[in-house]
């Protein structure tokens, strides 16, 4: 099975930026992988933000954005927000089996 | 309003089955993916099962050949039949619906002696 990897953890500033990514061993991330990314808060369910690549839900807060970057998939929050410590994970497809990555912890401060 | 709610989970035996349901309303699950993700405690999401609208069905090498994933077309409800559970089985199991817009709130499963 595939390994899809993000980073482990990252700090922002309130109003700043930060990209969070999201890459697979087997080689580039491409729109054939379908990927997703997704916002976990402590004792909740999973909410999407993003899926296939850079689709954005109603509900997805205009500051986070994705893309192809680099080989690998990419978050971007632009214009932190103290509501936006989170945890986050990307989801990868591989010929329709999903491959989460390791989360990205994400503080704000 | 869109909604997925699962039940089913509780206390297995290593070696033990279990079947978890999604119960579906807002939309209609043949109509789409439903998928069940599972959550260790303390530890990152797992994705483990997928059903599209066509009936394939798709497992991670975790749980392949364990658990079976299914729907119920007159119930509106998707199934994960769990069998030869193993300690490591334990974790919240979140069903998701569609595009993964929709997520219940999980049921825990326990796999313990």
């Known amino acids: 099975q595939p390994v899809v990897t993000q980073e482990p953890s990252l700090t922002v500033s309130p109003g700043g930026t930060v990209t969070l990514t999201c890459g697979s061993n087997?080689?580039?991330?491409?729109?054939?992988?379908?990927s997703y990314w997704f916002q976990q808060k402590p004792g909740q369910a999973p909410r999407t933000l993003i899926y296939e690549t850079n689709n954005k839900y109603s509900w997805t807060p205009a500051r986070f954005s994705a893309s192809l970057l680099g080989g690998k998939t990419a978050l971007t929050l632009s214009g932190a927000q103290p509501d936006d410590e989170a945890d986050y994970y990307c989801l990868l497809f591989y010929s329709d089996v999903g491959v989460f990555g390791g989360g990205t912890k994400l503080t704000v401060l | 309003e869109v909604q997925v709610v699962e039940s089913g989970g509780g206390l297995v035996q290593p070696g033990g089955s279990l079947r978890l349901s999604c119960g579906a309303s807002g939309f209609t699950v043949t109509t789409t993916y439903m998928s069940w993700v599972r959550q260790a405690p303390g530890k990152g999401l797992e994705w483990v099962s997928i059903i599209h609208s066509g009936g394939g069905t798709y497992y991670a090498d975790s749980v392949k050949g364990r658990f079976t994933i299914s729907r119920d077309d007159s119930k509106n409800t998707v199934f994960l039949q769990m069998n030869s559970l193993r300690h490591e089985d334990t974790a919240i199991y979140f069903c998701s619906g569609g595009r993964y817009e929709s997520w219940g709130l999980g049921t825990l499963v326990t796999v313990s002696s």
């Open positions: 087997t080689g580039v991330v491409t729109r054939g992988h379908y």
